[in-house]
């Protein structure tokens, strides 16, 4: 994996995993079940939103098994994220 591409996941994952720290926060500030999800939400949409190719080879994960991986967590993220705003 490229250096540049390396870092801008560390980055990503550095920002979502600061939301959902700050988000649980709220969580316990305000015993608050919505920012619970959020922080949840966000805990999933970065690990899905930053597995790469070097994870498949790395773990021998065929793409396709990688693939549906990748969009559950992502859409249980989306999901939680929504429930948070209806909550």
Same mark, same amino acid.
């Given at each position: 994996?490229?250096?540049?591409?390396?870092?801008?996941?560390?980055?990503?994952?550095?920002?979502?995993?600061?939301?959902?720290?700050?988000?649980?926060?709220?969580?316990?500030?305000?015993? =608050?079940?919505?920012?619970?999800? /959020? +922080?949840?939400?966000?805990?999933?949409?970065?690990?899905? #939103?930053?597995?790469?190719? !070097? &994870?498949?080879?790395?773990?021998?994960? =065929?793409?396709?098994?990688?693939? /549906? +991986?990748?969009?559950?967590?992502?859409?249980?993220?989306? #999901?939680?994220?929504?429930? !948070? &705003?209806?909550?």
């Amino acid at each position: 994996m490229r250096i540049e591409l390396f870092v801008g996941k560390l980055l990503v994952m550095g920002l979502g995993l600061l939301i959902a720290y700050q988000g649980f926060r709220g969580y316990r500030r305000n015993q =608050s079940e919505p920012m619970l999800f /959020v +922080a949840i939400g966000f805990v999933f949409l970065t690990i899905g #939103g930053t597995m790469g190719c !070097s &994870l498949i080879q790395s773990l021998h994960i =065929s793409a396709a098994t990688f693939g /549906v +991986a990748q969009t559950v967590l992502v859409a249980a993220g989306m #999901g939680c994220v929504l429930y !948070s &705003l209806y909550g």
